[in-house]
């Protein structure tokens, strides 16, 4: 729990989200064959890895829109998160909103 800041999604799913370049790079080493990888483009932002069943697009969307919510550019303007499994961690992409703070702390571990 010392890496990244943790979010409880739901009750089998948790994702982990890098606080700034050090903890992105450390989380990378970190992804499993299960887990699902996040990475912001072409903004800077955090990294952030899916633990739990991310086969629901809710989850992914909201998985997305925390992400988003560190990102530099965040606010008004949408921000393109690619995600994917492994071998193919960026294989997919959706464009989203940052979620509400407010609405961040209630997932928040």
């Known amino acids: 729990l010392k890496l ?8 089998n799913s948790k994702l982990i989200v890098g606080r700034d ?6 989380l990378k080493n970190f992804v499993g064959l299960d887990d699902m990888y996040f990475d912001p483009h072409p903004v800077k932002g955090p990294v952030a890895i899916g633990k739990g069943n991310f086969k ?3 989850l ?5 829109r925390i992400i988003a919510r560190y ?3 965040n606010g008004t303007d949408s921000v393109i998160i690619k995600y994917g499994s492994c071998p193919d961690i960026t294989q997919n992409e959706t464009s989203v909103f940052p979620l509400e703070l407010e609405k961040i702390e ?3 571990i």
């Open 56 to 58: 629901d697009s809710r």
């Open 71 to 73: 990102c530099d550019k």
């Open 60 to 64: 992914l969307e909201l998985s997305a």
């Open 4 to 11: 990244g800041r943790h979010f409880r999604l739901d009750t």
């Open 106 to 108: 209630l997932y928040r």
């Open 21 to 26: 370049e050090s903890e992105n790079n450390r």
